[in-house]
Nanobody, 119 residues
Framework: QVQLVESGGGLVQAGGSLRLSCAAT????????MLWYRQIPGKQREFVAR???????VYTDSVKGRFTVSRDTTRNTMYLQMDNLKPEDTATYLC?????????????WGQGTQVTISA
Protein backbone atom coordinates (compact mmCIF):
# COMPACT_ATOMS: atom_id res chain seq x y z
CA GLN A 1 0.00 0.00 0.00
CA VAL A 2 1.46 3.32 -1.08
CA GLN A 3 1.30 6.15 1.43
CA LEU A 4 2.31 9.80 1.30
CA VAL A 5 3.42 11.42 4.53
CA GLU A 6 3.95 15.17 4.83
CA SER A 7 6.01 16.89 7.48
CA GLY A 8 7.59 20.23 8.20
CA GLY A 9 4.61 22.46 8.81
CA GLY A 10 4.45 24.93 11.65
CA LEU A 11 3.95 28.50 12.78
CA VAL A 12 6.30 31.21 11.55
CA GLN A 13 6.22 34.97 11.22
CA ALA A 14 5.70 36.70 7.91
CA GLY A 15 8.95 36.81 5.97
CA GLY A 16 10.11 33.54 7.45
CA SER A 17 10.75 30.17 5.86
CA LEU A 18 9.59 26.59 6.16
CA ARG A 19 10.56 23.41 4.36
CA LEU A 20 7.91 20.78 3.79
CA SER A 21 8.64 17.16 2.96
CA CYS A 22 6.48 14.50 1.37
CA ALA A 23 7.74 10.95 1.59
CA ALA A 24 6.20 8.21 -0.52
CA THR A 25 6.41 4.79 1.12
CA UNK A 26 5.24 1.29 0.33
CA UNK A 27 5.38 -0.68 -2.86
CA UNK A 28 6.51 1.91 -5.43
CA UNK A 29 7.52 0.97 -8.93
CA UNK A 30 7.49 4.44 -10.44
CA UNK A 31 6.37 7.99 -9.71
CA UNK A 32 4.94 9.89 -12.63
CA UNK A 33 4.52 13.24 -10.92
CA MET A 34 4.19 14.75 -7.49
CA LEU A 35 2.31 17.87 -6.57
CA TRP A 36 1.68 20.22 -3.67
CA TYR A 37 -1.75 21.64 -3.02
CA ARG A 38 -3.03 23.80 -0.19
CA GLN A 39 -6.44 24.18 1.33
CA ILE A 40 -8.14 26.70 3.57
CA PRO A 41 -11.36 25.61 5.30
CA GLY A 42 -14.36 26.61 3.23
CA LYS A 43 -12.31 27.24 0.09
CA GLN A 44 -11.42 25.15 -2.92
CA ARG A 45 -8.18 23.22 -2.85
CA GLU A 46 -5.49 25.25 -4.62
CA PHE A 47 -2.65 23.93 -6.77
CA VAL A 48 0.75 25.14 -5.55
CA ALA A 49 3.50 23.32 -7.47
CA ARG A 50 4.21 20.24 -9.52
CA UNK A 51 7.36 18.31 -10.38
CA UNK A 52 7.04 16.00 -13.35
CA UNK A 53 8.77 12.75 -14.23
CA UNK A 54 11.28 14.58 -16.42
CA UNK A 55 12.05 17.04 -13.62
CA UNK A 56 10.18 19.93 -15.13
CA UNK A 57 8.43 22.15 -12.60
CA VAL A 58 5.31 24.29 -12.59
CA TYR A 59 4.26 26.82 -9.93
CA THR A 60 1.10 28.75 -9.35
CA ASP A 61 1.71 32.45 -9.91
CA SER A 62 1.28 33.49 -6.29
CA VAL A 63 4.30 31.47 -5.11
CA LYS A 64 6.71 32.02 -8.01
CA GLY A 65 10.02 33.37 -6.78
CA ARG A 66 9.24 32.41 -3.17
CA PHE A 67 8.66 28.64 -3.21
CA THR A 68 10.98 25.99 -4.61
CA VAL A 69 9.93 22.41 -5.21
CA SER A 70 12.53 19.65 -5.46
CA ARG A 71 12.81 15.90 -5.10
CA ASP A 72 15.12 13.15 -4.03
CA THR A 73 14.31 10.22 -6.30
CA THR A 74 16.47 7.87 -4.23
CA ARG A 75 14.24 8.52 -1.23
CA ASN A 76 10.94 8.95 -3.13
CA THR A 77 10.63 12.28 -1.37
CA MET A 78 9.49 15.68 -2.57
CA TYR A 79 10.26 18.95 -0.83
CA LEU A 80 8.76 22.42 -0.83
CA GLN A 81 11.08 25.19 0.34
CA MET A 82 8.93 28.17 1.21
CA ASP A 83 10.64 31.53 1.67
CA ASN A 84 9.35 35.04 2.28
CA LEU A 85 6.15 33.56 3.64
CA LYS A 86 3.03 35.71 3.80
CA PRO A 87 -0.08 35.43 5.98
CA GLU A 88 -2.05 34.45 2.88
CA ASP A 89 0.11 31.32 2.61
CA THR A 90 -1.60 30.00 5.74
CA ALA A 91 -3.26 26.70 4.83
CA THR A 92 -3.06 22.95 5.13
CA TYR A 93 -0.51 21.79 2.58
CA LEU A 94 -1.22 18.45 0.94
CA CYS A 95 1.00 16.20 -1.09
CA UNK A 96 -0.38 14.42 -4.15
CA UNK A 97 1.32 11.77 -6.23
CA UNK A 98 0.61 9.73 -9.35
CA UNK A 99 2.36 6.51 -8.44
CA UNK A 100 2.59 3.00 -9.80
CA UNK A 101 2.68 0.09 -7.40
CA UNK A 102 3.51 -2.26 -10.27
CA UNK A 103 -0.08 -2.81 -11.35
CA UNK A 104 -1.23 0.62 -12.43
CA UNK A 105 -0.78 4.30 -11.74
CA UNK A 106 -3.04 5.60 -9.01
CA UNK A 107 -3.67 8.97 -7.44
CA UNK A 108 -2.52 9.22 -3.80
CA TRP A 109 -2.92 11.97 -1.20
CA GLY A 110 -1.18 12.66 2.06
CA GLN A 111 -2.93 13.72 5.23
CA GLY A 112 -1.67 17.29 5.09
CA THR A 113 0.54 19.49 7.23
CA GLN A 114 -0.57 22.82 8.68
CA VAL A 115 1.31 25.98 7.82
CA THR A 116 0.41 29.13 9.75
CA ILE A 117 1.98 32.50 9.04
CA SER A 118 1.53 35.29 11.55
CA ALA A 119 1.56 38.91 10.46
Amino acid sequence: QVQLVESGGGLVQAGGSLRLSCAATGRILAINKMLWYRQIPGKQREFVARINLDGSIVYTDSVKGRFTVSRDTTRNTMYLQMDNLKPEDTATYLCNGIISDGNSYKNYWGQGTQVTISA
